[in-house]
């Protein structure tokens, strides 16, 4: 049996929404989705700066067309504001609301507590080179996405061998 990184990061993804799901904090946190969460984070810890559409399309990987569709959810929910510029009426800062502020507030613990749980047992240097080694894939995943002239799979391609650590396959 061949092992996909893949495939690897994809389980571990199910996982780690099933373990976000575990939080019991009520209609506040309901309605609220991983991204919506990490986003209104993210927002929180930015917020001395400007921050605008396309600083959250780059910092979190995602297309224009989802990052749309995702504030405009956010902004429906109460959750953040957009506010136009001064000096660019098309540009409009992304603010939060009291409402963002206080969820990230209550599910602050909780990333914090997840992140805790699934980097247990993992060296300063281990968690160096995962987090070297998760640079790399996503750089050759952009590489990829962004070629204008490569050709589908002419940046060649591997497969891990599977191995046995104890019970489960890796």
Known sequence: MDFYVGGAIHRLHNLMCRDANRFPHGELVDSLTGSHGFILCWLQKNSEQELFQRDMEKAFKLRRSSATAILQTMERNELIRREAVTTDAQLKRLILTEKGEELCRVIHDDIVESE??????????????????????????????????????????????????????I
Request: hydrophobic fraction near 30%; glycine fraction near 12%; proline fraction near 2%.
């Open 116 to 169: 805790r749980r699934l980097v247990a047992g993992l060296t300063q240097d281990e968690l160096q080179t995962l987090q070297g080694i998760l640079q790399k894939l996503s750089a050759n995943l952009e590489q990829g996405l962004f070629a204008q002239d490569t050709p589908a799979g002419a940046q060649g391609s591997y497969k891990m061998t599977e191995r046995k650590e104890g019970n489960e396959t």
